[in-house]
């Protein structure tokens, strides 16, 4: 017999993973719309305007202003990939081909599980983070997880037999592999100043990380270089321009996706879109202070369940405002070229990351000792 | 012949290769065009506006005082290369008072406008300035039929326009006057 404590907590923890899920899609799906708006408007274009649910479209100034804004298209969208016809080429491998739609998606999703997003304090004044598992290993859980998703990529362009997701594939798992080894050494030295001898904390968790920036300097200002380079890794990691290898439309048709069609094709979309939201949420974690005010200043707001929300909205802020760079850089900046992305991974980010590294070790380590040597 | 001239390039300094401020100009760059005015219309709310000798749908028009200048004499019938052009002659009656001393009037006047290329000679033709293409570009209609604009559809989409020459008027003062040839 279970006890009834378990199934409750199980029930909560349920609910919650549905809500994050929830919000997670809801950002991705709306992310899209950004992708679209802000595009139209650095190219002088107005951008999706048209799509309205019936009624709203008459309520005076908030419905055309909603309209305007294409706030109903991200439905529009939804909707279409789901009644799209599915077609499946005969040259595939039916297996494969229907796996990695899923494979794709399901990493963008479990990243989540270990991203916090505020901090609560219950009535017995214990600060508790908002998060649905709070692992010690927050941060490395991430960076493997994340990593997966290139089978979605391998598998899509593998099975769909045709050449040009071939080459969306290949060229995908090599740029991954490439730009997993500068970013995960970008992060190392950020754990090594948080986790330094005498401090509070020493761990891997992303709510200690985000602890330690509280009424401190944010770890961009300590450490630019290291934030640049992740910067840099994440756009490769989550195939955006620059690095859209996998799917460089002008030689590649459409990438790995290219034999994809209708709801399959959506799963990609979706996934490549959640990859974004959950990828500025971690810079926002590691770099920005997530859930804190400003550096060096103590968050105004409240301890009380107002402050917990505004946190929130704070946080989801600096996300949006990073998933917007991301949009912002994509119609700025031309595709590199397949072997300048090689160039650039291993011969400038890789050494820059290592000598940054072995920078701040020094750095930690001198810091440590003239600690210890003080009387 | 002129002589080659090699230019010396200068070499990059540090901060250009690392192309991060050309990253920024160019991020600056898309932002301030994301708060400059759209270039781009509403089509089919907003139309733009279409310059003055535009060739656009061939038209019949009349003349200020409200009457019809084509005097189906099938010039442009005549001249019109893809042969959209079909006029069926009439006569005008001889006491219509509003139209002393025209004879003829085009009983009916149609062009095909899957046939029409828009190049203009029926209105370079017409000796009564009747016939214009003016600043309507887009037609289109559900079947072969719908495409066929008879004179009705003609005149309501010609209207009216100034007339610099009023012949007819000046045609009937002449007589009045009693020095007509």
New interface residues.
């Given amino acids: 017999m279970i006890e009834f404590e378990v199934i409750q907590l199980v029930a909560i923890k349920v609910i919650f993973a549905f809500l994050m899920v929830g919000a997670v899609m809801t950002m991705a799906g709306y992310s899209v719309l950004a992708e679209r708006k802000v595009s139209a408007w650095m190219q002088g274009r107005v951008g999706p305007n048209r799509t309205v649910l019936p009624l709203v479209g008459h309520i005076p100034i908030i419905g055309p202003l909603l309209k305007g804004l294409g706030m109903f298209q991200p439905l529009a969208d939804g909707l279409k990939f789901l009644f799209k016809e599915e077609i499946v080429p005969g040259h595939v491998n039916k297996f494969y081909y229907y796996l990695a739609p899923i494979v794709a998606l399901v990493p963008a999703l479990t990243t989540m599980t270990v991203l916090p997003f505020g901090e609560f304090t219950n009535s017995d004044g214990d600060i508790l983070p908002l998060i649905l598992a709070d692992l010690d290993i927050g941060i490395l859980f991430v960076l493997a997880v994340s990593s997966l998703g290139v089978y979605g990529i391998v598998l899509a362009g593998w099975s769909s037999n045709s050449k040009y997701s071939f080459l969306g594939g290949i060229r995908s798992s090599a740029q991954m592999i490439s730009y997993e080894l500068a970013m995960g050494l970008s992060l190392l030295p950020v754990f090594l100043w948080v986790s330094e001898p005498g401090a509070a904390v020493s761990s891997l968790s992303l709510v200690e990380i985000v602890r330690s920036q509280n009424a401190s300097s944010w770890l961009l200002i300590i450490q630019p270089i290291s934030a640049l380079i992740f910067l840099i890794a994440l756009f490769a990691e989550t195939n955006r321009l620059p690095f859209d290898m996998p799917e460089s439309e002008t030689d590649l048709v459409g990438g790995f996706h290219t034999e994809y069609g209708s709801f399959k094709f959506g799963i990609f979309f979706v996934a490549e879109y959640a990859h974004i939201v959950i990828g500025s949420a971690i810079f926002a974690l590691l770099f920005l202070g997530g859930w804190n005010f400003l550096p060096w200043i103590d968050n105004p707001w409240p301890s009380n369940w107002l402050g917990s929300l505004i946190g929130i909205i704070w946080f989801l802020t600096k996300t949006i405002g990073l998933i917007f760079f991301f949009i912002w850089v994509r119609w700025t900046l031309p595709r590199f070229r397949y072997d300048q992305v090689m160039t650039l991974g291993w011969t400038k980010l890789l050494p820059l990351a290592l000598a940054n590294l072995i920078f701040y070790v020094l750095l930690v380590t001198w810091i440590d000792q003239s600690n210890l040597n003080l009387p | 012949m002129p002589k080659t001239v090699v230019l010396a390039r200068k070499p990059l300094s540090f901060s250009e290769r690392t192309y991060l401020p050309q990253?920024a100009t160019?991020?600056k760059?898309?932002?301030s065009?994301?708060f400059?005015?759209?270039?781009?219309l509403?089509y089919p709310e907003e139309k733009p506006s279409i310059p003055q000798n535009y060739r656009g749908v061939p038209t019949l028009v009349k003349d200020p005082n409200g009457r019809e200048k084509c005097v189906s004499c099938q010039l442009c019938e005549f001249v019109c290369p893809p042969k959209a052009i079909r006029i069926t002659p009439g006569s005008v009656p001889e006491d219509d008072d509003s139209r002393e001393h025209v004879e003829k009037a085009p009983e009916e006047f149609e062009i095909n406008m899957l046939r029409c290329i828009y190049c203009g000679y029926c209105q370079e033709v017409c000796p009564e300035e009747a016939i214009f293409l003016q600043d309507e570009y887009s037609t289109s209609g559900y079947s072969r039929e719908e495409m066929i604009n008879n004179k009705e559809k003609l005149y309501e989409l010609g209207g009216t326009v100034p007339d610099p020459h009023y012949k007819w008027d000046k045609k009937k003062n002449a007589e009045d006057e009693g020095n007509s040839h």
């Fill in positions: 990253i160019g991020l760059t898309t932002l065009n994301m400059k005015p759209n270039v781009t509403q």
